[in-house]
């Protein structure tokens, strides 16, 4: 329901009618509005490590084709939510400017994938998949970016070309990079 109407336009009642759950059992796990939209970023997180530890912990796939796997994936998640992107770019969008826990929480989130991604990263540089030279870190970073910023076109498009176009141009860009059929996600 974040996903479908924001933050802002999300309400409580709306919440509990659809969840079926009386008043008194929200506040009862969740102190208000806010800690429970905080307590839903940390499930969407979950949900992201859990396919981070799948994809960069396949062993049968090069670094580069583990971080690229988790994008696919990650695209086909949005396409069985009908191309509402990522909740940590619309609540990032959303609520940034007028709250600094979430800023900050949806900042932090966003570090913790690129870390996570600039260690396969580091790894496609020890194999030589990348130039010695590679900022691994950096490189994770900027592909955290442009995945946000493609899944934002995507949205506003109902359409997966954006994200496609980014990943393509990301991993053609990467020196020595071999392309795997996309059709094997």
């Given amino acids: 329901m974040l996903l479908h109407h924001g933050y802002n336009d999300l309400g409580i009642a709306a919440l509990l009618e659809a969840a079926g759950i009386p008043k008194g059992s929200f506040y009862h796990h969740f102190k208000s509005k806010e800690d429970f939209a905080l307590q839903a970023i940390d499930l969407y997180m979950a949900e992201v490590h859990a396919g981070l530890d799948y994809c960069l912990g396949d062993a049968g796939r090069s670094p580069l084709l583990r971080v690229r796997h988790f994008f696919e994936l990650s695209e086909d998640k949005y396409r069985g939510e ?104």
């Fill in 82 to 185: 009908g191309f509402l992107g990522c909740l940590l770019g619309g609540l990032g969008q959303e609520l940034s400017g007028v709250s600094d826990v979430f800023r900050r929480k949806v900042e932090w989130c966003f570090s913790e994938i690129a870390r996570r991604l600039g260690a396969c990263l580091d790894e496609a540089v020890r194999e030589g998949e990348l130039p010695p030279e590679t900022d691994a870190a950096a490189l994770a970073e900027l592909l955290v970016n442009c995945w946000e910023g493609a899944a934002l076109r995507t949205r506003l498009r109902r359409d997966p070309a954006p994200l496609r176009q980014m990943l393509d141009f990301y991993f053609r860009s990467a020196p020595s990079y071999r392309t795997e059929p996309s059709s094997e996600n």
